[in-house]
């Protein structure tokens, strides 16, 4: 019973993990297609902090 307990929490945290990191890489995607200096500076604020958050913590 653990076992799948375990399994079931590791692939929920695996699916998190990789649509967080597909999301912030779609708003930096958009963001470049604008051609906006300052837009792609301002997301990239943004991904910097969400990246850190969600991403190196895992």
């Known amino acids: 019973m653990l076992y799948f307990v375990l399994k ?3 692939v ?7 649509g967080t990191g597909a999301g912030i890489a779609f708003f930096m995607l958009l963001a ?5 200096a300052a837009t792609i ?3 990239a604020r943004i991904v910097v902090v969400a ?3 969600f991403t190196s913590t895992a």
Not at 12 to 18: M, N
């Open 8 to 10: 079931y929490l590791h």
């Open 12 to 18: 929920i945290g695996a699916s998190v993990l990789l």
């Open 32 to 36: 470049h297609r604008t051609g906006n």
């Open 41 to 43: 500076a301002a997301v």
């Open 51 to 53: 990246d850190f958050l």
